[in-house]
């Protein structure tokens, strides 16, 4: 009963921190996996940053953020990769006509194209890449987890290809799509995919989470991964 009860209040402690439109709208940002100012993220919440201030510190008492200080700066980024795949998973519960209703808004193109959930990529763009290195038995999905079968073909491409010394943390793992409704790739070599493709220039940073794929990258994905520019940049039929 203890325990339940405990549970229970992390749950309001949850609820509560995030059904305000404006710290859901600061989450957002956030899983573009940067820190941003206090001044930044009341922008992005359409608040003062006097309000932001309290808004930020509602999730970080809920274990959502954290911050940290640099010069006469603070800034505020999410708590932890594993809060980034939980606000993912979270976001692939919206009922299907509301997705759907979102995916045809021309606006919403190039987040639903690429993008970046917290250190790793989002998107048709990451579920595809995910596609073809199960396909070409690359990777193995197993159950929350996956195996890295084929280290050679990223390291081929230059990539630095991480490995699990501590046992801890998998060294990869499908998480959720929240628009694709399918896994992309999460975990470390995740995150070092979309290191080397900001690095060699194949996508570039925009607006938060919004992941602009580059005349260089469409290249390299074609040629690397059999992708096409009309896989990424599809958008659903009305």
């Known amino acids: ?3 339940a009860m405990s549970l229970s209040a992390k749950f309001e402690t949850l609820g509560a921190a995030l059904a305000n439109a404006s710290r859901a709208q600061m989450l957002c940002v956030l899983m573009d996996g940067r820190a941003f100012t206090n001044k930044e993220l009341a922008h992005a919440g359409g608040v003062t940053p006097q309000t932001a201030t309290a808004h930020l510190q509602h999730l970080a008492d809920a274990g959502l953020t954290v911050s940290m200080r640099s010069g006469r700066s603070v800034y505020h980024r999410l708590a932890s990769p594993e809060v980034a795949e939980i606000l993912e998973r979270m976001g692939s519960l919206t009922p299907s006509p509301y997705l759907l209703r979102a995916a045809r808004n021309p ?3 190039r987040l639903l194209a690429a993008r970046s959930c917290y250190n ?3 998107g048709r763009l990451g ?3 995910m ?3 199960v396909d070409r038995r690359i990777l193995a999905v197993e159950g929350e987890t996956a195996r890295l079968l084929e280290p050679g073909f990223l390291a081929t491409i230059g990539m630095a290809v991480p490995t699990d010394g501590s046992g801890r943390r998998p060294i990869a ?8 409704r399918r896994p992309h790739l999460g975990g470390p070599l995740a995150t070092s995919i979309m290191t080397h493709a900001l690095a060699q220039d194949w ?3 925009g607006a938060p989470r919004v992941l602009t794929v580059t005349e260089r990258g469409y290249e390299a994905l074609a040629a690397h991964f059999n992708l096409t520019r009309e896989e990424i940049d599809c958008v659903p039929s009305a």
């Open 1 to 3: 009963m203890i325990g």
């Open 107 to 109: 606006g919403n193109a």
């Open 120 to 122: 790793h990529l989002a």
């Open 127 to 129: 579920v595809r890449l």
């Open 131 to 133: 596609d073809v290195l």
């Open 173 to 180: 793992k499908p998480c959720l799509d929240w628009t694709e």
């Open 203 to 205: 996508i570039r940073r």
